[in-house]
């Protein structure tokens, strides 16, 4: 599934929070919206997931013009978001139509792809912060929907976790090939994730740059091209000079 964002622009309360934004990413494509916090990678994924449609612009979703919400799209937030008095089976059930025990083999198939066949029976209170974020995925792939839009969903786990996440989302990639847009202000993460990386900065957010990561996936963190890559986005957002003033302060 395609997605075409079109000269996207939003305000709130009279004031522009992001403006003229254009990219577009192909079917199967992993795309990172990345900048520093205000710049307006979230509102550009709420307007993509068709959860706010107050905005300037177009977007389009395989040449159909996004109007709300869709059931093709799965969507993956900063937190779980599970529902405290279902257990983990019964919170990726949720929302699925259908016999009750397809439902249920659904559920118990994707949850053993992401290592959570064992915990079925636990309540969102017993699971670590991984392990929850594991069901919130498990919960947006089963639908089978041909694109995944991705809020920051690492940003709250410690780094252990969040690179073994970072792993099984490739391997959920390779396996369903869905289209995937995710929001990140980690660098790192883009390199591993993304085939492209919409550079955002700047409030309002504009656009700086649209960078295609060529190396093939997985990739090694130690790769000089993406060193090279890293570099230019430090370079990009200032950091490298932020960096610099906090070393001399």
């Known amino acids: 599934m395609s997605i075409q964002v079109e000269r996207f622009g939003r305000s709130f309360d009279g004031v522009t929070a992001v403006e003229d934004i254009s990219f577009q990413a192909e079917p199967g494509e992993i795309i990172g919206l990345l900048g520093t916090s205000g710049c307006g ?73 992401v290592g959570l066949e064992d915990f079925t029976g636990h309540y969102p209170k017993q699971l670590s912060g991984g392990m929850a974020q594991r069901t919130a995925i498990a919960r947006a792939l089963v639908t089978e929907p041909s694109t995944l839009l991705l809020d920051e969903p690492f940003s709250a786990l410690d780094a252990f976790t969040k690179l073994q996440l970072q792993d099984m989302v490739l391997e959920l990639w390779e396996r369903y090939s869905p289209t995937m847009i995710i929001v990140t202000h980690d660098i790192d993460e883009a390199l591993t994730l993304c085939d492209r990386i919409v550079i955002l900065k700047g409030q309002p957010g504009e656009l700086h740059d649209n960078v295609k990561v060529t190396p093939a996936k997985p990739r090694r963190k130690s790769d000089p091209k993406l060193a090279e890559l890293k570099e230019y986005i430090l370079e990009s957002l200032d950091m490298t000079r932020n960096a610099q003033k906090e070393v001399r302060a």
């Open 41 to 113: 990678k979230s509102t550009i994924l709420r307007g993509v997931a068709g959860l706010d449609t107050d905005y300037e612009g177009t977007i389009r979703i395989s040449g159909k013009e996004v109007n709300g919400p869709s059931g093709e799209l799965g969507i993956i937030f900063q937190e779980p978001r599970l529902m405290p008095w279902l257990t983990v089976l019964d919170n990726v059930c949720f929302g699925l139509e259908g016999p009750k025990e397809e439902q249920k083999e659904k559920a118990l198939e994707i949850l053993k792809v």
